[in-house]
């Protein structure tokens, strides 16, 4: 048994979503060149500050080591892992391999996505899988809860990913509901910076009673340049940062400052906003930004 299991129990996303009225996790940066000591440090860095760290997979179609690995160190520093899965370039049996590996290292959260292509320049290309799609793998883990030949069945913390919408005249949110039927706990937002866009999507899951069904985490950015915001958008999938923001970005005197003024800000209103249980906060280039902007919205440790 670990040290800090024996003198610090490790608090988990799952336990803070249940038990505060607002959650807060965080992206670390995994790169090819990500060791174990690099990833320590994040830790060190984020621990104070946030209930859970979010290791997403091969994001931009970049690769790095697995997420496996760097949930087990990061677990060994004490702090607890939200693990990302896709299914883009795994089968099924690939799928619940790392599922059942997952169980067995004790990581709780999941966090179960399709996936990126990879991006243009990558040689050789490779064929994308996509034997399951990410409601199908919600559904594989979901299942794995309860199954019967298992010794130990893992409580996992089941999560997907949606993209906020604002809400037409009679609009279901059908792809939300079939992730929730398939068995998601949580559901966390590509990133969005649109607090009126946010207001109205929620206004109408609240409406719809979805949020009792399942727990909403809604994804940010702390952005140090109008450069910066511009390659969110041009880069991660569904990104919706205002141009206003971009704006404010572009003609601030420091435009660092000016990122995390307007990351705490888009905090404070989430925290307001009925329905929604968290948020989860990416950094683009500098991540101390995190904490800076944790500390300025009033959100404790």
Sequence with gaps: MLDHELHNPLKTFKDAVHTRDFAVTAEIFLRPESDAE???????????????????????????????????????????????LSSRNRNRIALLSDLLGAGALGITSLLLVRGERAPEGFDPKPKPILDVNATELIRIASLLKSDSRLRHCPDFFVGGVITPQVPRKNWKAKILEEKIYAGAQFIQTHICMN???????????????????????????????????????????????????????????????????????????????????????????????????????????
């Design 195 to 301: 607090m009126d866009l946010l207001g109205k999507f929620m206004k109408h899951l609240v409406s719809e009673g979805l949020v009792q069904r399942t727990s909403v985490i809604g994804a940010i950015a702390v952005m140090e340049s109008a450069d910066d915001a511009r390659w969110l958008k041009k880069n991660r999938p569904n990104v919706m940062i205002p141009n206003a923001l971009i704006e404010r970005l572009e003609n601030a005197a420091d435009p660092r400052d000016e990122g995390l003024t307007i990351c705490a800000e888009t905090l404070q209103e989430m925290m307001e906003m009925p329905g929604i249980a968290g948020a989860s906060i990416m950094a683009t280039r500098d991540l101390t930004t995190i904490p800076e902007a944790i500390s300025r919205a009033g959100l404790s440790g």
């Design 38 to 84: 690099s990833i320590r440090h994040q830790a060190d860095v984020l621990r104070d500050h946030v209930d859970a760290i979010l290791l997403t997979d091969s994001q931009f179609g970049q690769v790095h080591m697995s997420t496996l690995v760097a949930a087990s160190i990061l677990m060994a520093c004490g702090v607890d892992a939200i693990v990302q």
